[in-house]
């Protein structure tokens, strides 16, 4: 019967969910930023012309160039019908790394490329694709839409000050899934249900208005300049889970928002050494080490998650991954130790604040301009980027800490790292997305932190064998691309 009335929803065009039956009511289906945006400010015009006097104005008192809240002019323009790709020549400047067309599109070097993909460079060396065989650690059927998974959602990252403030409450340590919160009523409208929601259209930017800077420090003499790439999918088996066995173990929903997982194939929140070194993995070369991140979500996408946590909308999948390793500008590099965990940004940045926030978003074609706290408005042809990079200063002697963070640190604005440290190879990770125009996606996020992309985070588990990493640090130190 739900299935039923939720068609029935679809098929008349609107924007929230039926009332499932036996389960009360549940959020609109997708929660579009731009749409909810209008929405609001439309009711509030309705509002403001309920609260005018019948003998203020009489119907045939309007002027006919006179136009209502609701009645938007033809050449006017919604936000999520922005063209950003019609830029006057002179835009392109300041060492825009822009390509005819708009941008590049990125592809997955593991794997073919999709029918749809545009060409373009991908991350890091073409080597052949391969199939990867069904393991018994798999955590799941290769064949199961990810988005299925939507009703849990993970978590990572927190601030110095406060070691578990990413773990839940005991009610979710029996591996049950939270009590879904109160949720607006079926019949409100999506501005409704979305207001508070998030993402916001003050989250967004036009990355054409985002100022070029320096990302790297310059590398000097003594410096390590080589790079490896680990390559290991873009997640196309679709291994995505709401757990973090970093900063929740033994907790299921740990996160409370889905991450997307390469690498090793059994992650989740009851991960151990012991189950992460005998699982199969995606990456080449036996790199068995779990690289994770939060999804991004299609906002337009009609998807009725039922998500007690707020992250709605059509899961997308990364079009390419970059596992780039790099080298210190000061120094050489020394190996990382096996089981090493790391985390960057704060997925609680949003109440935080940004002591621990490391978000960085661009887009193809504009990599020198970067926006710590706005998602970016890239040009037709251009694709969304997330970068991702991770502490590399060592303390030489925990493979993990209290708060996940202090075994660990950042190079200083010189490139160098803090005395008492070591460099280790640096992890970057760049994702690559084809979104929708407009301010129409969002990453997932804590409920509390409304998807403000200054949350964006990741995390990461070496378990390299022994022999792989001293030849990570070979490369590294060498100056070679491998």
């Known amino acids: ?102 941008g590049i599109t990125l592809r997955d070097p593991a794997q073919p490329p999709d029918p749809g993909d545009q060409a373009g460079t991908g991350f890091g060396r073409n080597r052949p694709a391969r199939t990867l065989a069904p393991t018994r650690n798999a955590p799941q059927n290769p064949d199961q839409n990810p988005d299925q998974n939507a009703t849990d959602q993970p978590t990572d990252e927190q ?6 403030d990413e773990q839940p409450s ?19 409208s999506q501005g409704d249900e979305c207001l508070n929601l998030g993402p916001f259209v003050t989250d967004f930017v036009d990355i054409r208005q985002v100022q070029p800077l320096r990302l790297d420090a310059g590398i000097g003499r003594n410096g390590s300049r080589g790079t490896f790439v680990a390559e ?55 790199d068995k080490s779990t690289y994770f991140w939060p999804v991004l979500r299609n906002r337009k996408g009609d998807v009725d998650a039922q998500d007690p946590d707020g992250n709605v909308g059509q899961v997308i999948r990364a079009r390419a ?35 621990n926030a490391r978000a960085r978003w661009t887009c193809t074609g504009f990599t020198n301009r970067i926006s710590p706290d706005k998602y970016p408005l890239c040009p037709r042809g251009s694709q ?11 303390d030489g002697q925990n493979t993990d800490s209290a708060n996940h963070r202090t075994h660990v640190g950042f190079p200083g604005q010189n490139g160098a790292c803090p005395q008492g440290t070591k ?15 407009g301010p129409s996606f969002a990453v997932d996020a804590f409920p509390e932190q409304k998807h403000n992309p200054v949350t964006d985070h990741a ?24």
């Not at 005991?170 to 409100?188: E, G, I, K, M, N």
């Not at 969304?384 to 060592?394: G, Q, T, Y």
């Not at 460099?423 to 125009?437: C, D, F, K, N, S």
Request: hydrophobic share 35%; charged share 20%; aromatic share 4%.
């Open 1 to 102: 019967m739900a299935a039923a009335v939720s068609a029935l929803a679809v098929a008349a065009g609107g924007l929230v969910s039926a009332a499932v039956i036996g389960a009360g009511p549940v959020r609109a289906d997708n929660c579009d930023p731009a749409q909810a945006s209008q929405e609001n400010a439309q009711r509030q015009g309705d509002r403001a012309a309920d609260r005018q006097a019948p003998d203020q104005q009489a119907p045939d008192q309007q002027a006919p160039d006179q136009q209502a809240p609701d009645q938007q002019a033809p050449d006017q323009q919604a936000p999520d019908q922005q063209v950003p790709d019609q830029q006057a020549p002179e835009q392109q400047r300041n060492g825009d790394q822009q390509v005819q067309g708009g």
């Open 159 to 164: 601030p110095t000050d406060q070691p578990t």
């Open 170 to 188: 005991d009610q979710f340590r029996d591996r049950s899934r939270p009590t879904r919160s109160p949720s607006p009523s079926p019949t409100a």
């Open 232 to 286: 290991c999918g873009t997640n196309r088996n679709g291994h995505n889970n709401p757990d973090n066995f970093i900063v929740a173990p033994g907790v299921s929903n740990g996160a409370h928002h889905l991450h997307d997982y390469v690498g090793n194939l059994s992650t989740d929140g009851f991960s151990t050494d012991e189950s992460l070194a005998a699982a199969e993995t995606t990456c080449r070369q036996g």
């Open 321 to 355: 991954v970059s596992l780039q390793f790099r080298g210190n500008a000061t120094s050489r590099v020394v190996a990382m130790p096996r089981f090493l965990r790391l985390i960057t940004g704060d997925a609680k940045a949003g109440t935080n604040g940004g002591g």
């Open 384 to 394: 969304v980027l997330r970068i991702l990079d991770f502490p590399s200063c060592w």
């Open 423 to 437: 460099a280790i190879p640096q992890l970057r990770m760049i994702l690559a997305y084809t979104v929708p125009q």
């Open 459 to 482: 995390d990461f588990a070496n378990v390299m064998p022994d022999r792989l990493m001293q030849f990570v640090v070979s490369c590294i130190n060498r100056g070679r691309r491998c």
